[in-house]
């Protein structure tokens, strides 16, 4: 079973490399720092929101590895034919267990380009072997926590469901999309086992076969009727949706007197603006003015604003593949880079990585990000490190383009993002309740600016480098490049 065993070895086989070189050179007890960030904003907007940090919990809570684990590691073999790993190794990683200090955003919290979500310090073998599963973990669940935050602006208030547990990308592309969508906002999942493992509403209706495993489509719905009384909502578009919303109609009047609630119909195809207006009529006349309308077909945050600007009577959304597959943006584009590393008399050494390509490289220090409040909406994050004194009134320097300046007023409140989550390995965080997770990123999105909620041409959140950091920085890279 692929699902039934150890999670370790859930990696890259160079984080083994490394982690081998490490213990084999005699540093792999140095102290290190690591940050976890992405470098673009998701969708072309503005945000996103963090996720899938309870999830890293219980993954390094569970990390261990098992006899399997070791008995497949011990049978790899380098091009000589001979093991690729030494038995004191193997016998090292029998024996490993975390030590490390992580710092991270909250679940629910915004977070932007550059901005480290994660950090990780400790002795460098450690850091090393958490690269991957990190970035696993975090990039897919915060990239779809954002594309769920998007979808829910788009429909303003109205319920939406999660529907994409069939085309998802895998159990667990299932399972974790399930999860950071509820993150990001949506009421509830098609998705039981979603909501068996996380407490996530259940939502459902019913599939075309089962209109068409009858003969006629009316006698499906008043089986349907039957069979779900307080769960009844009938997709009405198997054969013509107009016709379809008058039989259930005639269902729903005929089981009146049953104990039945007629709570919504579905539409899956179909000029939606239109036919929801024309369902709405009928719905109304009938009788049935709080039966809604349930639109589902490829919705994505831009098709659900285009309906809404239409005046299409839909008000409940069912999105599914562009939601759990991120479809028109598939990968967040997470990396995790050594910051930092104590040199063999025991100090810091900051690190940087150069690029051709500024975008690529990274900032040296042990970071922590400072989010300033005006009273109403967020203003700006502070890039600073921790062993460095930070002003009241901090210039930030955008880290792609120096003559992007902006001042901090000290009227503003402010707040450090990263905290504690594990001391020397020991978790100190106890994670929120989903629900509560879900109701702080409706929070959080109402402290942004409208001009960056927009999906065309946001205004961009302004993240810097608190000054002396920047200064530190290109001090550093001139003698990186110095002959």
Request: glycine letters at 6%.
């Amino acid at each position: 079973m692929i699902y039934n065993q150890s999670l370790t070895l859930l990696t890259d086989l160079y984080q083994l490399t490394m982690a081998y070189g490490y213990w084999k050179t005699g540093i792999m007890e140095r102290e290190a720092v690591f940050h976890l960030n992405f470098r673009k904003w998701p969708f072309k907007g503005s945000f996103a929101v963090m996720a899938g940090l309870e999830s890293a919990i219980d993954f390094i809570n569970s990390f261990k590895f098992e006899d399997s684990d070791l008995q497949y590691l011990s049978s790899l073999k380098s091009k000589n034919n001979k093991p690729l790993f030494e038995e004191g190794f193997l016998k090292y990683l029998e024996r490993f267990r975390f030590t490390v200090d992580i710092d991270a955003l909250e679940e629910g919290d915004l977070v932007f380009p550059y901005g480290p979500l994660v950090r990780v310090k400790g002795p460098i073998i450690e850091a090393q072997l958490l690269e991957t599963p990190l970035l696993n973990i975090i990039n897919f669940q915060t990239l779809i926590a954002t594309k769920a935050a998007r979808v829910c602006l788009a429909a303003n208030g109205d319920e939406v469901v999660e529907f994409g547990v069939r085309r998802a990308q895998g159990v667990d592309g299932a399972i974790s999309a399930s999860r950071a969508a509820y993150i990001g906002g949506c009421h509830a999942s098609s998705n039981v086992l979603a909501g068996k493992l996380f407490g996530i509403p259940i939502k459902g209706t019913h599939a075309h076969s089962w209109v068409m495993a009858f003969e006629e489509e009316e006698s499906a719905f008043e089986k349907y009727a039957k069979a779900m009384p307080h769960n009844c909502v009938m997709l009405v578009d198997t054969y013509n949706s107009i016709e379809g919303v008058k039989k259930a109609i005639e269902v729903a009047k005929k089981s009146k007197d049953e104990n039945f609630e007629f709570l919504a119909v579905r539409l899956d195809s179909g000029d939606l603006a239109y036919l929801s207006t024309e369902i709405r009529k009928l719905l109304d006349e009938a009788g049935f003015k709080d039966t809604k309308i349930m639109a589902t077909n490829e919705l994505d945050e831009h098709l659900i604003k285009d309906l809404k600007q239409q005046n299409a009577q839909i008000t409940i959304w069912g999105v599914g593949t562009n939601l759990v597959t991120a479809k028109d943006q598939p990968a967040l584009d997470g990396v995790y880079k050594l910051a930092a590393i104590k040199n063999a008399k025991g100090k810091w050494d900051y690190k940087c990585k150069l690029s051709e390509q500024t975008a690529k490289s990274t900032n040296p220090g042990i970071l922590q990000v400072r989010r300033y409040f005006d009273g109403k909406h967020y203003v700006a994050d502070a890039l600073y490190d921790e062993n460095f004194k930070i002003e009241d009134t901090p210039k930030l320097i955008h880290p792609l383009d120096p003559n992007r300046i902006k001042t901090i007023h000290d009227k503003y409140t402010y707040k450090d993002m990263l905290i504690p989550i594990y001391r020397k390995g020991k978790c100190v965080y106890t994670p929120p309740k989903l629900q509560d997770v879900r109701t702080k990123t409706l929070q959080e999105l109402k402290k942004l600016k409208p001009s960056m909620l927009r999906f065309l041409n946001p205004e961009p959140y302004f993240l810097g480098l608190e000054k002396t950091l920047n200064d530190f920085k290109t001090q550093l890279i001139q003698e990186m490049k110095q002959p």
